[in-house]
């Protein structure tokens, strides 16, 4: 299938560590925040999303934290896996409006 | 079906030919949303739907882009005599209230 993102920021982890993917959000007023996983040749598919009243927020083996002093969120992935291969990208939104901003991107590579 | 479906998923065509793209959206989902996904890329926004009404069309790059929407489901987004650089993947997403945008697996469109 087609590559995406093939110039993107490039995280390798071996199997079984944890992995820490990072974002940078650009609207302060943002209080609504999604995780992206996009394998090759597919479309994005939701993991995690969590709301500015939040810092922490957990799902099965990932985690989102969001640091609204610094305008940072991460994604923490635990014991990554070979199918966690894919291109993660972050999604803000303000106040329930219709605008989303995406980020662009990191390929995560797991080796085996 | 339980998520987005686009059709087709692959489309070759030559320079000067128009194309239709089609997204069926996930029932009940009243926000949808066109983008554009080229290699190497963040998605592009092109359009935005509320039922069928687009109050944002300020992303479709130029005349020859259009797109509507019926009966507050299924979307076209047609391209009129395309040119080699709308190759891309253009993908469509769904959303209700303030839940994740969900997205289908995209039409990767090719002129030749």
């Known amino acids: 299938g087609e590559s995406v993102g093939l110039h993107l920021p490039t995280l390798s982890v071996q199997e079984g560590d944890n992995s820490i993917i990072n974002c940078a959000y650009s609207?302060?007023?943002?209080?609504?925040f999604i995780w992206y996983k996009q394998e090759s040749g597919k479309g994005p598919q939701f993991i995690i999303d969590?709301?500015?009243?939040?810092d922490k927020r957990q799902g099965q083996r990932v985690t989102v934290l969001l640091n609204k002093t610094v305008k940072h969120l991460s994604l923490q992935i635990a014991a990554t896996q070979p199918g966690d291969s894919a291109v993660y990208f972050c999604?803000?939104?303000?106040?329930?409006?219709?605008?989303?901003?995406f980020g662009t991107g990191t390929r995560l590579k797991v080796l085996a | 079906g339980a998520g987005v479906s686009q059709s087709p998923s692959n489309k070759v065509t030559e320079k000067g030919k128009d194309v239709e793209l089609r997204c069926d959206p996930i029932?009940?989902?009243?926000?949808l949303y066109w983008y554009r996904q080229s290699l190497g890329q963040g998605l592009e926004f092109l359009i935005y739907?509320?039922?069928?009404?687009?109050?944002?069309k300020s992303g479709l790059p130029s005349d020859r882009f259009s797109a509507e929407r019926t009966g507050g489901s299924v979307s076209t987004l047609t391209i009129q005599r395309t040119q080699q650089e709308d190759s891309a993947v253009y993908l469509c997403?769904?959303?209700?209230?303030?839940?994740?945008?969900?997205f289908g697996n995209g039409t990767r469109l090719t002129v030749t």
């Open positions: 739907f509320q039922g069928n009404s687009a109050p944002d």
């Open positions: 609207n302060s007023a943002s209080d609504y």
């Open positions: 997403a769904t959303g209700q209230g303030a839940s994740p945008l969900h």
């Open positions: 999604a803000e939104n303000k106040g329930g409006t219709y605008k989303y901003i």
């Open positions: 029932s009940g989902h009243t926000a």
């Open positions: 969590i709301r500015s009243n939040m």
